[in-house]
């Protein structure tokens, strides 16, 4: 069984920075994509930026671009989203999630192309 497990969230004030982290671990899989998606309460879970694990590739959302850095290290399994001058708008919980799916009908912003989820850590931005 896979399990992503999150950390890294709390509480900033606007303006500052925090960084989350994801650690996959247990089963036996091959990542292709790791992605972080948020979801604020009431509202869909969104996808906030991706990361091709064999080439680095990037992707981010327009809202979060400048702003956030998504990385990888290949040895440690782990994934990592570096927050900046984050918003109030920023506030819900980050979710990590992993897929080893590939191919033309996948574009990996959307949830139904990720196999595996974490729990989520919640990030709160107070103006």
């Known amino acids: 069984q896979v399990q992503l497990v999150e950390s890294g969230g709390g509480l900033v004030q606007a303006g500052g920075s925090l960084r989350l982290s994801c650690l996959a671990s247990g089963g036996i899989f091959s990542t292709y994509v790791r992605g972080w998606f948020r979801q604020a309460p009431g509202k869909e879970r969104e996808f906030v930026a991706s990361?091709?694990?064999?080439?680095?590739?990037?992707d981010y959302t327009d809202s979060v671009k400048g702003r956030f850095t998504i990385s990888r290290d290949n040895a440690k399994n782990m994934v990592y989203l570096q927050m900046n001058t984050l918003k109030p708008e920023d506030t819900a919980v980050y979710y990590c999630a992993t897929t080893e799916r590939y191919g033309r009908s996948y574009d990996y912003t959307r949830v139904r192309d990720y196999d595996y989820w974490g729990q989520g850590t919640q990030v709160t931005v107070s103006s």
């Open positions: 990361i091709r694990w064999s080439s680095g590739s990037t």
